[in-house]
Each structure stands twice: as structure tokens, then as C-alpha cells.
């Protein structure tokens, strides 16, 4: 492990560098210590949750691996989640899905959950002193008839979730307000078909209808925000889904929802960056669920790739940090699961540093004045720059080990702690 000196000297340097770039490494890493990522907790057990074990999740969302040491009870997914959040540097929220409702042994459906099956949950969140996000469930249920939900063509179906939906939000509003600051509720619907529809007019307007049944009844907006997460395609429902990005995309704007960006659910050549700022001009706030597609499957592992950083630029260089809620979304079963969390959450930031490094007026000069040449070849060298000795020195200060020496706190907790579970 480095010493302490060695990351000041080598930090010191990098500040020199930076500063002669016009850029105030400290005021960044003041910058980035503001941020809160909400990290999804469905990372830790494979989207199982705890209504009933060992289930495929369904709803197109495929997790593979069976690395050993799975969180296998709302402890022991807490544990594993407070070992993440020590080697993350700053102070984060949790994710959590209505899955993972604790139940106290007696079957409570998706239609009957209410605050009572989340009181381990908030206790533990108010110890901690992290802030919760809330997320329907809408996958993972025998009632997911033919992959349908919201769009179903029974109303009994449709009512049931409509029911699970509205239910979501008030346990979303009973978190915002009992930890003191407001939850945003996500909700994202597997509803698809595999093969060309006959109709794809009726499905979309019977989900609008479905949507403004759960989103009817006004929640305070400090304990409760609602978000609706587009999707273009999934296994399953390769060929069409009524809940894609235009329909919601109108939906928001139309009824002051937000709108979750999933970096994952687009095109394979086709960021949510980009995206960003759009939105923003008709919204006033919006959830990135951070994730990282690859071929068919949308949910890697967060790397430090450049659509990772340009989804952090679009959000540092506008100034959008107050509009945009950034979460993960991902889930890998085939690496140590706290290492995954640990991995993804410190790329964010990673990128989200990268960003404020960047000297962000003088390239917006260079392109006014029409000098793409000099905007072009101060992006390259900013990519030579230095960086992880800024980083590591934030990791120094927030008192997370810097570099890897995180893994070495994950294998000892594997060996310890996951290696005692079967
Ligand atoms: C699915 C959506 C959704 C889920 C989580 C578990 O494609 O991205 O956000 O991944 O809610
Ligand atoms: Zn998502």
C-alpha cells in the first residue's frame, strides 16, 4: 500500500499540472464529495430479493454466474452493502427494489406490501444515515402474465400492478420522509412482445391509462419522486415495447414525472449522454440507472469506458448536478459481488472527477471561436493527464483505501465472511 506521504507527493504534482491547465484540482475533489450515487441493491444477491429464494428474476432480465458467497438474507445483503459503501469513497444512497420487502415469514403480495414489510429496511438505512431510492417491482411474479403487466389486456392484471405501483409510492414517500431526504421511486415494466405486434397502438394506451391510475393520488414531492424508465428491446421482447423512449419520454413531460435514462437500454451504438441535455430542456429533473450494455445484454458491470465519461461530462460541464439523480443499475454473478459494487460505484466517480479535471471554459472558448482544432487536441491531452493521482488522494481524504488496495478489504471479507455462507 502506498504510504500516506508518497499519495500527498504524487498529488501535489498532479495539482501543479492541473493548475498550469487552469484547472483547481482541490476545488474539484470538493466538487465530487458532494456527489451521491445510489447504488442499486439488487447487485448483491442477483435480483433475487426475499420474497421467495433461488427465483430467476424473469422479465428479460438474465443474471449469470454463481461466483460463491450470494447475500441470502436481508443481513447479510446489508453486511455486504456496508462493506461496499467503506471502500467507496463519500456518502451514497441504497436502491432498493419492492422485492426485497420483509415479510416476517407470512406471504404478503406485490398488491398488499406497505411500509410495515420496510421498517428493517429504514432503521438500518437511518443508522447508517444513507438516503433510500424505491423501485417497483414488475418482473419475478406469476403474475407477470405472458410478460405482461401494466399493458395487459385483463384488467384484473393490470389492476394488481396498478395496485403494486401505487403501493411503491407511498413506501417510496415513507422512506423520503423518515430519513429526511426524498426518494425517487423508478419504475420500469418488462411488458413486450418477442414477434411483430398486430397492435402496437392499444398496449401503449392501455399503459398511460395504467400510469395515471398509480401516479393519481399526490405524494409530497420532498418525501416522493416518480420516475419512468424506457427500454427498447429485451430478451423476450426483441420485436416491440409499448413503455419505449418516445412513449415515455411524452409521458414525463406530459404528466411532470422524471425520466430514468438506462444507459444500457438503447441501441448498441446509441449513448444516453447525448440524451441528457435534451431532456433537461423539458424536465426539470431526471435518474440515470448507470449501467453497461454489451451485445444482448444490458447490465455489465460499470467500467471507466468513454460513454461512461461522457455521461459524466454531460452532467459536471452543464452544471446538472442538482437535476440529475445518478444510480446504478447492473448485476454480475460471475465475480465477487461486493467487488462488483465497489468497481462500478468508484468508475462513476472516477468519471465524474475526470470531468471536473477538465478545463471546461477553455474548451467551450476554443469551440465559440470556432477553433475545433484546439477543442479537439486539448480532449487528447487531457487523457494523458495524471488523474489517478487526484483520485487517489480523494480516496486519501474520504479515508477509502486508494488504487487496489480496496481488493485486498474485499478478499479478506470474502474469505472471512462470504466463504462462510454455502
Ligand atoms: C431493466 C431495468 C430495471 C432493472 C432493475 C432491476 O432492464 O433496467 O431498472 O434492471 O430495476
Ligand atoms: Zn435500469
Not at 369 to 396: I, N, Q, S
Request: negative net charge; glycine residues 10%; hydrophobic residues 40%.
Amino acid at each position: 500500500m502506498a504510504h500516506h506521504t508518497d499519495t500527498e507527493a504524487a498529488y501535489q504534482l498532479a495539482r501543479d499540472r492541473y493548475a498550469a491547465l487552469g484547472v483547481d484540482t482541490d476545488a474539484a475533489l470538493d466538487r465530487l464529495a458532494a456527489f451521491s450515487i445510489s447504488i442499486h441493491c439488487w447487485q448483491g444477491d442477483d435480483v433475487g430479493g426475499f420474497e421467495h429464494a433461488g427465483e430467476a428474476p424473469g422479465g428479460g432480465l438474465a443474471v449469470t454466474g454463481n461466483y460463491p458467497g450470494k447475500a441470502r438474507t436481508p443481513a447479510e445483503l446489508r453486511a455486504d452493502f456496508e462493506q461496499a459503501l467503506s471502500l467507496i469513497p463519500g456518502r451514497h444512497r441504497m436502491s432498493l427494489h419492492a422485492s426485497y420487502a420483509e415479510t416476517g415469514g407470512r406471504p404478503v403480495d406485490r398488491d398488499q406490501i406497505g411500509v410495515e414489510q420496510f421498517r428493517g429496511w429504514i432503521a438500518w438505512a437511518k443508522q447508517l444515515g444513507i438516503g433510500v431510492d424505491f423501485n417497483q417491482t414488475y418482473f419475478g411474479h406469476p403474475r407477470v402474465e405472458r410478460g405482461l403487466t401494466l399493458t395487459h389486456p385483463d384488467e384484473g392484471i393490470r389492476r394488481f400492478w396498478i395496485e403494486h405501483g401505487i403501493r411503491c409510492r407511498e413506501i417510496g414517500a415513507a422512506f423520503g420522509e423518515a430519513l429526511g431526504t426524498t426518494c425517487v421511486t423508478n419504475l420500469w415494466i418488462p411488458d413486450g412482445m418477442k414477434d411483430t405486434p398486430a397492435d402496437r397502438r392499444a398496449p401503449r394506451e392501455r399503459l398511460i391509462e395504467s400510469l395515471d391510475a398509480v401516479f393519481a393520488k399526490p405524494v409530497d414531492p420532498r418525501h416522493n419522486l416518480d420516475s419512468v424508465e424506457p427500454k427498447l428491446f429485451g430478451i423476450g421482447a426483441e420485436s416491440y415495447t409499448p413503455g419505449s423512449h418516445e412513449f415515455y419520454l411524452g409521458y414525463a413531460v406530459s404528466r411532470g414525472t422524471l425520466l430514468t435514462l438506462d444507459a444500457g437500454h438503447y441501441h448498441p451504438t446509441e449513448g444516453i449522454a447525448d440524451k441528457i441535455s435534451s431532456a433537461l430542456c423539458f424536465l426539470p429533473e431526471i435518474v440515470l440507472h448507470v449501467s453497461r450494455g454489451v451485445r444482448w445484454d444490458s447490465d455489465h458491470v460499470v467500467t471507466l469506458t468513454d460513454d461512461l465519461q461522457a455521461i459524466a461530462q454531460e452532467v459536471v460541464w452543464n452544471g446538472y448536478g442538482d437535476r440529475v439523480h445518478i444510480g446504478l443499475d447492473y448485476f454480475d454473478a460471475s465475480i465477487n459481488r461486493v467487488a462488483a459494487w465497489v468497481i462500478g460505484a468508484r468508475n462513476m466517480l472516477e468519471a465524474l472527477l475526470l470531468a471536473l479535471l477538465a478545463p471546461v471554459r477553455a474548451l467551450r472558448q476554443a469551440e465559440l471561436e470556432g477553433d475545433y482544432t484546439t477543442r479537439l487536441a486539448l480532449m487528447e491531452d487531457l487523457k494523458v493527464m495524471p488523474f489517478g493521482a487526484v483520485w487517489d488522494e480523494h480516496c486519501r481524504r474520504a479515508n477509502v483505501p486508494g488504487g487496489r488496495d480496496w481488493l485486498r478489504e474485499v478478499k479478506r471479507y470474502e474469505r472471512d465472511v462470504l466463504g462462510a455462507r454455502s
